[in-house]
């Protein structure tokens, strides 16, 4: 695994500060860069439900973080009822959100640890939940360099790239796995260009992915999600790098809803269309992606999402935030542990995590 790099965001996503979390609040960008902090896990859950810290591993962290904030005050004398606190605090994070699995991989983590180092005294088990917490970021940030290093052989110099939602520095400990493939890419001298989908209903493209590339010097160019289809026939995109929330053994991959889409255009247009994910997204235990659970959000984010009202009063609204892009129609998935092909039963299951 690739070792620390510098950091990509001028600040960190998410960290522990002298037992409080703070995180950078997401739904503000881009018009505001503000930290905030959360002194509880109550605060934890409503940052995550609320997108204010979004992206797969990023909720991951929020997850393991939360869980040692839930549990930092504890006045537990003995480990059952040290080890039932904590699990009210993980059943309870674990309902912010379903579809992204590094959630519940992270969760899963900090009880296991604690399982492990139960005869600690309590105060010194809480040091090793936080260390084991910490431990996940800075795996994260080896991860997400090392899906640079693997994904950059993929572009060539001069290649336009396609991407949906962010999966960047935001969306994880620092550095991205979509976003890294093309922050490697520049870094290493290749010239490459972006077409950011703005990503409907609630723009994370256009608001944080653009913003990202932006801030790297890379060259963006924001299109609405209904466009993707004729640039991709104007030949101006070499391939759709996207990243995921959820991977079926079989390849089946869960993203920000409007990924299939871009995986169906992709093909009839005969463009590679890739998923950048670190491990901790896999989830070998599901066959297909039909089993996995896709987040319904509030109808007011497509009907009102940025203020004023762009729908008649109480029409109907379906919003699935997230779709499953059919494993036939990804050309390779993107770990940190290399590229895997198809049949991704094989590749993927010799690189559980
Ligand atoms: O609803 P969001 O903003 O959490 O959705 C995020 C995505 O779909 C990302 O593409 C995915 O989590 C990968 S982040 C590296």
Same mark, same amino acid.
């Given at each position: 695994m690739a070792t620390k790099g510098r950091r990509k965001m001028p600040i960190p996503t998410i960290e522990w500060v002298d037992g409080r979390i703070h995180l950078i609040d997401q739904t503000l960008l881009p018009n505001e860069f503000k930290q905030i902090y959360c002194d509880d896990v109550e605060s934890v859950w409503e940052a995550i439900k609320s997108l204010r810290v979004r992206g797969a591993p990023a909720i991951g962290i929020a997850g393991a973080l939360g869980a040692v904030l839930g549990i930092w005050k504890s006045k537990a004398t003995n480990y059952p009822d040290f080890a039932a606190e904590l699990k009210k605090v993980t059943d309870?994070?674990? #309902?912010?959100?379903?579809? @992204? %699995?590094? *959630?519940? +991989? @992270? *969760?899963?983590?900090? &009880?296991? #640890?604690?399982?492990?180092?139960?005869?600690l005294e309590i &105060?010194?088990?809480?040091? %090793?939940l936080l260390d084991e917490a910490q431990?996940? !970021? &800075?795996?994260?940030?080896?991860r997400c360099r090392a899906i640079g290093q693997h994904g950059l052989n993929l572009l060539r110099n001069g290649d336009t790239i396609l991407t949906h939602c962010n999966a960047g520095g935001l969306a994880t400990s620092d550095y991205g796995t979509a976003l890294a493939v093309m922050f490697s890419a520049h870094e290493s001298g290749k010239n490459i260009s972006v077409y950011a989908d703005e990503t409907r209903p609630l723009l994370q493209g256009a608001? $944080?992915?653009? +913003? &990202? $590339?932006?801030?790297?010097? !890379?060259?963006v160019t924001l299109i609405c999600d209904n466009m993707a289809a004729q640039v991709m026939k104007e030949g101006k995109i070499q391939c759709a790098i996207v990243g995921a929330d959820r991977i079926a053994a079989n390849g089946d991959t869960a993203n920000k809803i409007g990924t299939y889409n871009v995986a169906i255009l992709a093909k009839v247009h005969d463009i590679p269309f890739y998923v950048a994910a670190p491990t901790s997204t896999l989830d070998l235990s599901l066959k297909t992606g039909d089993l !996995?659970? !896709?987040?319904?959000? @509030?109808?007011?984010? %497509? #009907?009102?999402g940025f203020g004023s009202r762009t729908a008649p009063e109480g029409v109907k609204v379906y919003s699935p935030a997230f779709d499953v892009t059919p494993a036939h129609l990804i050309t390779a998935i993107i770990t940190e542990k290399g590229i895997a092909h198809p049949p991704y039963e094989e590749s993927l299951a010799s690189q559980g995590d």
């Open positions: 309870y994070l674990a #309902t912010s959100r379903p579809t @992204a %699995v590094n *959630l519940f +991989w @992270a *969760l899963t983590r900090i &009880e296991q #640890t604690a399982e492990k180092h139960k005869d &105060e010194q088990l809480k040091g %090793v431990n996940i !970021i &800075e795996e994260d940030r080896a608001r $944080l992915t653009a +913003w &990202e $590339l932006m801030q790297a010097g !890379i060259d !996995i659970p !896709i987040e319904q959000r @509030a109808a007011e984010e %497509v #009907t009102e």
